[in-house]
């Protein structure tokens, strides 16, 4: 992904969310702006989720949020953020939509 941006001239941020940790606040903005629930940007398949998320079809946004932020590996990623938008980047050629 990051030779894709490079190669459109595209300037970005990395911000490694294992180090520096996003927020519940910070999970429900991207959720916003992802336009999906946290339920469906986190990697389900993932030990930590299958160990952590009992009964996860009930859980609301914000508990779910606070999961991912207790578990952040669970997060899908990369995620790609260029203002009000939002766009998970796998395949890394799904980042191109939003510099459309």
Do not use: C, W
């Amino acid at each position: 992904m990051v030779s894709l941006l490079e190669e459109k001239n595209i300037s970005y941020v990395t911000i490694e969310y294992l180090k520096t940790p996003l927020s519940v606040e910070e999970i429900l903005n991207l959720s916003k702006k992802l336009n999906k629930k946290p339920i469906d940007f986190v990697r389900k398949n993932d030990q930590s989720f299958k160990e952590n998320s009992l009964g996860f079809n009930v859980l609301n946004d914000i508990k779910m949020a606070e999961l991912i932020v207790k578990h952040p590996k669970i997060l899908e990623r990369p995620i790609v953020v260029k203002g009000k938008k939002a766009i998970i980047g796998r395949p890394p050629e799904n980042i191109l939509k939003l510099f459309e």
